[in-house]
Protein backbone atom coordinates (compact mmCIF):
# COMPACT_ATOMS: atom_id res chain seq x y z
CA UNK A 1 0.00 0.00 0.00
CA UNK A 2 1.46 3.53 -0.85
CA UNK A 3 1.82 6.19 1.77
CA UNK A 4 -2.24 6.52 2.93
CA UNK A 5 -1.41 10.77 4.02
CA UNK A 6 -1.14 12.29 0.43
CA UNK A 7 -3.29 14.84 1.92
CA UNK A 8 -2.33 15.70 4.75
CA UNK A 9 -3.08 16.60 8.54
CA UNK A 10 -5.54 19.35 10.33
CA UNK A 11 -6.60 20.30 13.93
CA UNK A 12 -9.48 22.93 14.04
CA UNK A 13 -12.21 23.97 16.51
CA UNK A 14 -9.82 24.66 19.41
CA UNK A 15 -11.05 24.87 23.10
CA UNK A 16 -9.60 25.81 26.17
CA UNK A 17 -9.40 22.03 26.87
CA UNK A 18 -9.19 20.32 23.78
CA UNK A 19 -8.66 20.15 19.54
CA UNK A 20 -10.13 17.80 16.65
CA UNK A 21 -7.25 16.61 15.02
CA UNK A 22 -7.88 15.29 11.11
CA UNK A 23 -6.66 13.26 8.47
CA UNK A 24 -8.12 11.07 5.40
CA UNK A 25 -6.53 8.39 3.88
CA UNK A 26 -6.30 7.45 0.64
CA UNK A 27 -5.56 4.43 -1.39
CA UNK A 28 -6.83 2.28 1.06
CA UNK A 29 -9.19 -1.01 0.83
CA UNK A 30 -12.96 -0.45 1.38
CA UNK A 31 -13.30 -1.98 4.97
CA UNK A 32 -12.41 0.26 8.20
CA UNK A 33 -8.83 0.70 8.74
CA UNK A 34 -7.02 1.64 12.02
CA UNK A 35 -5.44 4.70 12.32
CA UNK A 36 -3.18 5.36 15.67
CA UNK A 37 -2.57 9.04 16.77
CA UNK A 38 -0.24 11.12 18.64
CA UNK A 39 -0.09 14.40 20.93
CA UNK A 40 2.96 15.76 21.91
CA UNK A 41 4.57 18.54 23.69
CA UNK A 42 7.27 18.70 21.96
CA UNK A 43 7.70 18.15 17.72
CA UNK A 44 10.31 15.35 18.26
CA UNK A 45 7.55 13.06 20.22
CA UNK A 46 9.49 12.76 23.16
CA UNK A 47 6.95 14.05 25.46
CA UNK A 48 3.82 12.19 24.54
CA UNK A 49 1.10 14.04 25.80
CA UNK A 50 -2.09 11.84 24.74
CA UNK A 51 -2.01 9.03 22.35
CA UNK A 52 -5.05 6.22 20.84
CA UNK A 53 -6.77 4.78 17.61
CA UNK A 54 -9.61 5.41 15.56
CA UNK A 55 -11.20 3.79 12.53
CA UNK A 56 -11.33 5.84 9.46
CA UNK A 57 -14.72 4.42 7.88
CA UNK A 58 -15.16 3.85 4.01
CA UNK A 59 -18.68 5.48 4.61
CA UNK A 60 -16.62 8.70 5.61
CA UNK A 61 -14.51 8.44 2.92
CA UNK A 62 -11.72 7.01 5.46
CA UNK A 63 -11.66 10.31 7.17
CA UNK A 64 -10.58 10.75 10.89
CA UNK A 65 -11.81 12.97 13.33
CA UNK A 66 -9.89 12.66 16.79
CA UNK A 67 -11.80 14.51 19.54
CA UNK A 68 -9.18 15.47 22.17
CA UNK A 69 -10.02 16.73 25.47
CA UNK A 70 -8.56 17.37 28.75
CA UNK A 71 -5.53 19.83 27.64
CA UNK A 72 -3.86 22.53 29.09
CA UNK A 73 -5.47 26.14 27.81
CA UNK A 74 -2.87 28.36 25.23
CA UNK A 75 -1.06 25.50 24.70
CA UNK A 76 1.57 24.35 21.81
CA UNK A 77 1.05 20.58 20.89
CA UNK A 78 2.26 18.59 18.00
CA UNK A 79 0.30 15.66 16.54
CA UNK A 80 0.91 12.94 14.05
CA UNK A 81 -0.75 9.88 12.59
CA UNK A 82 -0.08 6.13 11.84
CA UNK A 83 -1.29 3.23 9.78
CA UNK A 84 0.40 0.62 9.44
CA UNK A 85 4.09 1.58 8.93
CA UNK A 86 3.31 4.89 7.06
CA UNK A 87 3.28 7.84 9.06
CA UNK A 88 1.67 11.22 8.41
CA UNK A 89 3.03 14.90 8.30
CA UNK A 90 3.78 16.61 11.80
CA UNK A 91 0.98 18.91 12.30
CA UNK A 92 1.22 22.07 15.36
CA UNK A 93 -1.71 22.87 17.05
CA UNK A 94 -3.09 25.22 19.97
CA UNK A 95 -5.58 25.19 22.54
CA UNK A 96 -7.71 28.47 23.10
CA UNK A 97 -7.01 30.72 25.85
CA UNK A 98 -7.94 29.98 29.32
CA UNK A 99 -11.23 31.65 29.92
CA UNK A 100 -9.80 34.25 32.43
CA UNK A 101 -6.66 35.08 30.32
CA UNK A 102 -6.07 38.37 28.82
CA UNK A 103 -3.57 37.11 26.62
CA UNK A 104 -3.03 38.07 22.95
CA UNK A 105 -4.36 35.69 20.50
CA UNK A 106 -2.43 35.98 16.74
CA UNK A 107 -5.22 34.65 13.95
CA UNK A 108 -5.24 34.55 10.17
CA UNK A 109 -7.96 34.63 7.44
CA UNK A 110 -7.98 33.16 4.12
CA UNK A 111 -10.79 32.24 1.40
CA UNK A 112 -11.62 31.51 -2.33
CA UNK A 113 -9.18 29.38 -3.49
CA UNK A 114 -10.07 28.21 -6.85
CA UNK A 115 -7.37 25.35 -7.77
CA UNK A 116 -7.13 26.62 -11.70
CA UNK A 117 -6.87 29.86 -11.32
CA UNK A 118 -3.37 29.71 -9.33
CA UNK A 119 -0.91 28.68 -7.01
CA UNK A 120 -1.69 28.68 -2.97
CA UNK A 121 1.23 30.80 -2.48
CA UNK A 122 -0.46 33.11 0.03
CA UNK A 123 -1.20 30.26 2.46
CA UNK A 124 2.56 29.03 2.35
CA UNK A 125 3.37 32.91 3.67
CA UNK A 126 0.52 32.28 5.99
CA UNK A 127 1.64 29.05 7.47
CA UNK A 128 5.69 30.73 8.29
CA UNK A 129 3.43 33.15 10.31
CA UNK A 130 2.34 30.01 12.58
CA UNK A 131 -0.71 31.87 13.97
CA UNK A 132 -2.56 30.71 17.19
CA UNK A 133 -5.77 30.47 14.62
CA UNK A 134 -7.14 30.51 11.22
CA UNK A 135 -9.91 31.21 10.29
CA UNK A 136 -11.47 30.46 6.82
CA UNK A 137 -14.50 32.21 5.38
CA UNK A 138 -15.48 30.55 2.76
CA UNK A 139 -15.20 29.09 -1.04
CA UNK A 140 -12.70 26.52 0.06
CA UNK A 141 -13.66 24.62 -3.04
CA UNK A 142 -14.98 25.49 -6.20
CA UNK A 143 -17.65 23.24 -7.92
CA UNK A 144 -17.78 24.66 -11.24
CA UNK A 145 -16.59 23.23 -14.34
CA UNK A 146 -12.69 23.80 -14.69
CA UNK A 147 -12.07 27.45 -15.72
CA UNK A 148 -11.13 28.52 -18.70
CA UNK A 149 -7.30 29.40 -19.32
CA UNK A 150 -6.68 26.91 -16.20
CA UNK A 151 -3.14 27.84 -14.27
CA UNK A 152 -3.62 24.17 -13.17
CA UNK A 153 -5.88 21.62 -14.11
CA UNK A 154 -8.74 19.84 -12.26
CA UNK A 155 -8.72 15.73 -12.40
CA UNK A 156 -12.51 16.10 -13.19
CA UNK A 157 -13.54 18.90 -15.18
CA UNK A 158 -16.97 18.80 -14.69
CA UNK A 159 -18.67 20.43 -12.67
CA UNK A 160 -19.44 18.44 -8.94
CA UNK A 161 -22.57 17.09 -8.61
CA UNK A 162 -22.21 14.05 -6.93
CA UNK A 163 -20.52 12.70 -3.17
CA UNK A 164 -17.53 11.00 -5.75
CA UNK A 165 -17.78 14.32 -7.33
CA UNK A 166 -17.01 16.71 -4.17
CA UNK A 167 -14.39 14.25 -2.62
CA UNK A 168 -12.58 13.97 -5.98
CA UNK A 169 -12.26 17.97 -5.69
CA UNK A 170 -11.31 18.28 -2.04
CA UNK A 171 -8.81 15.84 -3.38
CA UNK A 172 -7.22 17.66 -5.84
CA UNK A 173 -7.12 20.88 -4.26
CA UNK A 174 -5.67 19.00 -1.07
CA UNK A 175 -3.07 17.80 -3.25
CA UNK A 176 -1.38 21.10 -2.91
CA UNK A 177 1.79 21.55 -0.58
CA UNK A 178 0.95 24.91 0.62
CA UNK A 179 -2.87 24.07 1.12
CA UNK A 180 -1.02 21.33 3.72
CA UNK A 181 1.30 23.79 5.13
CA UNK A 182 -1.08 26.10 6.16
CA UNK A 183 -3.26 23.19 7.78
CA UNK A 184 -0.60 21.63 9.48
CA UNK A 185 0.99 25.14 11.00
CA UNK A 186 -1.80 25.97 13.02
CA UNK A 187 -5.89 24.90 14.01
CA UNK A 188 -8.54 25.72 11.80
CA UNK A 189 -12.03 27.09 11.91
CA UNK A 190 -13.60 27.31 8.82
CA UNK A 191 -17.43 28.93 7.91
CA UNK A 192 -18.31 28.13 4.06
CA UNK A 193 -19.88 30.32 1.68
CA UNK A 194 -21.50 29.35 -1.93
CA UNK A 195 -19.23 27.87 -4.07
CA UNK A 196 -18.57 24.62 -1.48
CA UNK A 197 -22.11 23.56 -2.98
CA UNK A 198 -23.00 25.62 -5.87
CA UNK A 199 -22.41 29.12 -6.92
CA UNK A 200 -24.92 31.53 -5.45
CA UNK A 201 -27.07 28.90 -3.64
CA UNK A 202 -30.13 30.05 -1.08
CA UNK A 203 -30.65 27.15 1.33
CA UNK A 204 -32.46 24.33 0.22
CA UNK A 205 -32.03 25.61 -3.46
CA UNK A 206 -35.19 25.10 -6.04
CA UNK A 207 -36.21 22.27 -3.23
CA UNK A 208 -36.05 19.46 -5.70
CA UNK A 209 -35.10 16.37 -4.62
CA UNK A 210 -31.55 16.60 -6.96
CA UNK A 211 -30.87 19.86 -5.27
CA UNK A 212 -31.30 18.53 -1.83
CA UNK A 213 -29.03 15.19 -2.89
CA UNK A 214 -26.13 17.70 -4.25
CA UNK A 215 -26.30 19.72 -1.18
CA UNK A 216 -26.25 17.08 1.19
CA UNK A 217 -23.48 15.28 -0.92
CA UNK A 218 -21.84 18.68 -0.71
CA UNK A 219 -22.10 18.85 3.26
CA UNK A 220 -20.66 15.34 3.53
CA UNK A 221 -18.14 15.82 1.51
CA UNK A 222 -17.27 19.27 3.70
CA UNK A 223 -17.29 17.51 6.77
CA UNK A 224 -15.10 14.71 5.56
CA UNK A 225 -11.81 16.66 4.44
CA UNK A 226 -12.33 19.78 7.35
CA UNK A 227 -11.52 19.25 11.09
CA UNK A 228 -14.89 19.91 12.54
CA UNK A 229 -16.56 18.95 15.46
CA UNK A 230 -19.74 17.72 14.46
CA UNK A 231 -21.08 15.19 11.62
CA UNK A 232 -23.87 16.23 9.31
CA UNK A 233 -27.37 14.28 10.11
CA UNK A 234 -30.30 14.20 7.52
CA UNK A 235 -28.95 16.45 4.70
CA UNK A 236 -27.84 19.42 7.07
CA UNK A 237 -24.51 20.65 8.96
CA UNK A 238 -24.48 22.57 12.25
CA UNK A 239 -22.09 25.48 11.54
CA UNK A 240 -22.91 28.55 13.44
CA UNK A 241 -21.02 28.24 16.55
CA UNK A 242 -18.49 30.76 18.62
CA UNK A 243 -15.07 30.43 19.34
CA UNK A 244 -13.92 32.36 22.72
CA UNK A 245 -10.16 33.47 23.46
CA UNK A 246 -9.98 34.28 27.07
CA UNK A 247 -11.18 37.61 28.17
CA UNK A 248 -10.29 38.96 24.78
CA UNK A 249 -12.15 38.13 22.03
CA UNK A 250 -15.57 36.06 21.02
CA UNK A 251 -15.22 34.79 17.45
CA UNK A 252 -18.88 33.83 15.88
CA UNK A 253 -18.86 32.41 13.12
CA UNK A 254 -22.08 32.40 10.87
CA UNK A 255 -23.57 30.10 8.28
CA UNK A 256 -24.87 32.22 5.37
CA UNK A 257 -26.00 29.52 3.38
CA UNK A 258 -27.88 26.55 5.04
CA UNK A 259 -30.91 28.79 6.26
CA UNK A 260 -31.14 31.67 3.52
CA UNK A 261 -34.04 32.78 1.28
CA UNK A 262 -35.32 35.70 0.13
CA UNK A 263 -36.73 37.02 3.94
CA UNK A 264 -33.46 36.08 5.65
CA UNK A 265 -29.62 35.67 5.44
CA UNK A 266 -29.24 33.67 8.51
CA UNK A 267 -32.40 32.12 9.45
CA UNK A 268 -34.81 32.86 13.13
CA UNK A 269 -32.47 30.64 14.90
CA UNK A 270 -29.26 31.86 14.18
CA UNK A 271 -30.13 35.14 14.40
CA UNK A 272 -31.83 34.86 18.15
CA UNK A 273 -28.51 32.37 18.92
CA UNK A 274 -26.06 35.84 17.13
CA UNK A 275 -28.00 38.91 19.16
CA UNK A 276 -28.52 37.04 22.63
CA UNK A 277 -24.81 36.35 22.52
CA UNK A 278 -23.77 39.82 21.36
CA UNK A 279 -26.21 41.23 23.87
CA UNK A 280 -24.14 39.11 26.40
CA UNK A 281 -20.47 38.05 26.13
CA UNK A 282 -18.67 40.21 28.74
CA UNK A 283 -15.50 39.19 26.32
CA UNK A 284 -13.51 42.51 24.91
CA UNK A 285 -13.90 41.70 20.94
CA UNK A 286 -16.83 41.00 19.07
CA UNK A 287 -15.90 39.42 15.89
CA UNK A 288 -18.20 38.37 13.25
CA UNK A 289 -16.26 35.64 11.21
CA UNK A 290 -18.52 35.31 8.00
CA UNK A 291 -17.74 35.38 3.97
CA UNK A 292 -19.78 38.11 2.63
CA UNK A 293 -19.60 41.58 2.60
CA UNK A 294 -21.07 43.01 5.51
CA UNK A 295 -20.49 47.29 5.00
CA UNK A 296 -23.09 48.92 2.50
CA UNK A 297 -21.02 49.02 -0.59
CA UNK A 298 -22.99 50.68 -3.38
CA UNK A 299 -21.10 50.41 -7.02
CA UNK A 300 -21.49 53.34 -9.24
CA UNK A 301 -22.50 52.49 -13.01
CA UNK A 302 -25.20 49.88 -14.45
CA UNK A 303 -27.98 48.71 -11.79
CA UNK A 304 -27.81 46.70 -9.52
CA UNK A 305 -25.77 49.18 -7.90
CA UNK A 306 -26.11 46.53 -4.57
CA UNK A 307 -25.35 43.06 -4.54
CA UNK A 308 -28.11 41.85 -3.20
CA UNK A 309 -26.33 38.22 -2.23
CA UNK A 310 -24.36 39.94 -0.01
CA UNK A 311 -25.74 41.91 3.10
CA UNK A 312 -27.03 44.71 1.26
CA UNK A 313 -29.68 42.54 0.24
CA UNK A 314 -31.13 42.08 3.85
CA UNK A 315 -30.55 45.32 5.04
CA UNK A 316 -32.75 45.12 8.32
CA UNK A 317 -30.75 41.87 9.30
CA UNK A 318 -27.80 43.51 9.47
CA UNK A 319 -29.25 46.81 11.48
CA UNK A 320 -30.10 44.22 13.62
CA UNK A 321 -26.79 42.80 14.45
CA UNK A 322 -25.49 45.96 14.39
CA UNK A 323 -27.79 47.83 16.94
CA UNK A 324 -27.41 44.45 19.42
CA UNK A 325 -23.65 44.79 19.25
CA UNK A 326 -22.82 48.00 20.95
CA UNK A 327 -19.21 47.99 18.88
CA UNK A 328 -18.51 44.98 16.22
CA UNK A 329 -15.70 43.95 14.03
CA UNK A 330 -16.93 41.63 10.81
CA UNK A 331 -13.90 39.70 9.40
CA UNK A 332 -15.21 38.68 5.57
CA UNK A 333 -14.06 37.93 2.25
CA UNK A 334 -15.96 36.42 -0.89
CA UNK A 335 -14.67 39.63 -3.25
CA UNK A 336 -11.43 38.71 -4.35
CA UNK A 337 -10.13 41.78 -3.05
CA UNK A 338 -8.67 43.65 0.07
CA UNK A 339 -11.07 46.07 1.88
CA UNK A 340 -11.87 48.05 4.94
CA UNK A 341 -14.85 49.68 6.21
CA UNK A 342 -16.24 51.65 9.08
CA UNK A 343 -19.52 50.15 9.61
CA UNK A 344 -22.37 52.79 10.43
CA UNK A 345 -25.81 52.52 12.03
CA UNK A 346 -27.48 54.01 9.42
CA UNK A 347 -24.94 54.14 5.84
CA UNK A 348 -26.84 56.81 4.02
CA UNK A 349 -26.32 59.37 6.80
CA UNK A 350 -22.93 60.85 6.98
CA UNK A 351 -23.44 61.86 10.43
CA UNK A 352 -24.68 58.16 11.79
CA UNK A 353 -22.00 57.58 14.71
CA UNK A 354 -19.85 54.19 13.66
CA UNK A 355 -21.10 51.10 14.79
CA UNK A 356 -17.73 49.13 13.86
CA UNK A 357 -14.86 47.76 11.72
CA UNK A 358 -14.93 45.60 8.76
CA UNK A 359 -11.73 43.91 7.32
CA UNK A 360 -12.53 42.21 3.98
CA UNK A 361 -10.08 39.17 3.41
CA UNK A 362 -8.64 39.17 -0.68
CA UNK A 363 -8.55 35.86 -2.36
CA UNK A 364 -5.67 33.20 -1.95
CA UNK A 365 -5.31 32.41 -5.85
CA UNK A 366 -9.65 33.61 -7.25
CA UNK A 367 -9.49 35.71 -10.14
CA UNK A 368 -10.58 39.14 -9.34
CA UNK A 369 -13.85 41.05 -10.92
CA UNK A 370 -12.86 44.17 -12.31
CA UNK A 371 -13.57 46.78 -9.91
CA UNK A 372 -13.76 50.43 -10.51
CA UNK A 373 -12.06 51.20 -6.95
CA UNK A 374 -11.97 55.24 -7.03
CA UNK A 375 -15.60 55.15 -8.22
CA UNK A 376 -16.87 52.79 -5.09
CA UNK A 377 -14.00 54.22 -2.61
CA UNK A 378 -16.26 57.99 -3.55
CA UNK A 379 -19.78 57.00 -3.39
CA UNK A 380 -18.57 54.94 -0.43
CA UNK A 381 -17.33 57.17 2.32
CA UNK A 382 -17.63 54.55 4.84
CA UNK A 383 -15.17 52.10 2.81
CA UNK A 384 -11.76 53.11 3.56
CA UNK A 385 -9.60 51.28 1.58
CA UNK A 386 -9.07 48.84 -1.21
CA UNK A 387 -6.15 46.75 -2.63
CA UNK A 388 -6.41 44.38 -5.74
CA UNK A 389 -3.24 41.96 -4.21
CA UNK A 390 -3.95 38.41 -3.71
CA UNK A 391 -3.25 37.75 -0.15
CA UNK A 392 -4.80 36.92 3.48
CA UNK A 393 -5.78 38.80 6.85
CA UNK A 394 -2.84 38.52 9.76
CA UNK A 395 -4.30 39.85 12.93
CA UNK A 396 -3.93 40.33 16.66
CA UNK A 397 -6.58 40.99 19.48
CA UNK A 398 -5.43 42.09 22.92
CA UNK A 399 -7.02 43.59 26.38
CA UNK A 400 -6.32 46.91 24.72
CA UNK A 401 -6.00 46.76 20.64
CA UNK A 402 -7.55 44.84 17.80
CA UNK A 403 -4.76 44.90 14.45
CA UNK A 404 -5.71 43.97 10.99
CA UNK A 405 -3.07 43.64 8.25
CA UNK A 406 -4.30 43.36 5.07
CA UNK A 407 -1.26 40.46 3.24
CA UNK A 408 -0.37 41.25 -0.16
CA UNK A 409 1.37 38.73 -2.96
CA UNK A 410 4.47 40.43 -4.49
CA UNK A 411 6.73 38.65 -7.18
CA UNK A 412 9.27 39.14 -4.22
CA UNK A 413 7.32 37.57 -1.63
CA UNK A 414 4.07 39.04 0.94
CA UNK A 415 3.91 42.52 2.32
CA UNK A 416 1.74 44.24 4.26
CA UNK A 417 0.20 46.57 1.46
CA UNK A 418 -1.99 47.88 4.35
CA UNK A 419 -2.72 48.04 8.41
CA UNK A 420 -5.35 48.97 10.68
CA UNK A 421 -6.17 49.27 14.51
CA UNK A 422 -10.35 49.69 15.50
CA UNK A 423 -11.28 50.58 18.78
CA UNK A 424 -14.40 48.32 18.13
CA UNK A 425 -16.13 51.76 16.15
CA UNK A 426 -14.15 52.63 13.45
CA UNK A 427 -10.50 52.10 11.96
CA UNK A 428 -7.82 54.19 11.81
CA UNK A 429 -4.89 53.43 9.59
CA UNK A 430 -1.17 52.27 10.60
CA UNK A 431 1.99 53.43 8.60
CA UNK A 432 3.52 50.59 7.20
Avoid at 14 to 28: A, C, F, K
Avoid at 37 to 46: H, I, N, S, V
Avoid at 94 to 115: E, G, I, M, W
Avoid at 267 to 287: D, I, M, N, Y
Wanted: proline share 6%; charged share 25%; glycine share 8%.
Amino acid sequence: MANPFTLGVASGEPLPDGVILWTRLTGVPGRAVEVGWQLAADERFTKIVQQGTARALPAWAHSVHVRVAALRPGTEYFYRFRAGTDLSAVGRTKTAADPASSDLVRFAVANCQRYEHGRYTALRHLADERPDVVFHVGDYIYESPQAADPVRRLDRPGAAVTLADYRARYARYKSDPDLRAAHAAAPWVATWDDHEVLDNYRGRGDGSAAFLRRRAAAYQAYYEHLPLRVRPEAGALQMYRRRTYGRVADFMLLDVRQYRDAATMLGAAQEQWLVSRLTSTPVRWKVLVQPLFFARRFVPGPAPNLRLDSWDGHPAERARILAAAGGLVVLSGDVHNHWACDLKADFLDPSSPPAGAEFVCSAVSSRPPETDAEAVLAANPHIRHFDGHRGYLSGTAGATGFRVSHKGLEASGVRTVAEFITDGLRIIRVDV
